[in-house]
């Protein structure tokens, strides 16, 4: 059973950081996505960042480049975002997903497995 769980999700001022975790069980293929996705009231679920296990590609909307930085500990099954200059507009639930062979694309209906979520917060 695939299980993934957020954390490090709070309330900040905008230009401030976070830092998202998400620990990942039961998923064992080799080459696949992971991603983060957002989903802010009243708006459909987007794409934030994903990234490919199998050599570290990473692909980013173009809403969080150059503030936003993902990454990946194997060892620990470990996806972060590192959140940085961070805007009101980012403020939203944001939600973990692996299982993806098409992740590139950050189109959440090419992956399978998601976790609950944990919200983001950005006053002004």
């Known amino acids: 059973q695939v299980q993934l769980l957020e954390s490090g999700g709070g309330s900040v001022q905008a230009g401030g950081s976070l830092r998202l975790s998400c620990v990942a069980s039961g998923y064992t293929p080799s080459n696949y996505y992971m991603g983060w996705f957002r989903q802010a009231p009243g708006k459909e679920r987007e794409g934030v960042v994903s990234?490919?296990?199998?050599?570290?590609?990473?692909y980013y909307a173009d809403s969080v480049k150059g503030r936003f930085t993902i990454s990946r500990d194997n060892a620990k099954n470990m996806l972060y975002l590192q959140m940085s200059s961070l805007k009101p507009e980012d403020t939203a639930m944001y939600f973990c997903?692996?299982?993806?062979?098409?992740?590139?694309?950050?189109?959440?209906?090419?992956?399978?497995?998601w976790g609950q979520g944990t919200q983001v917060t950005v006053s002004s």
């Open positions: 990234i490919y296990t199998g050599g570290g590609t990473t």
């Open positions: 997903a692996t299982g993806s062979t098409l992740g590139s694309c950050l189109r959440q209906g090419t992956f399978p497995y």
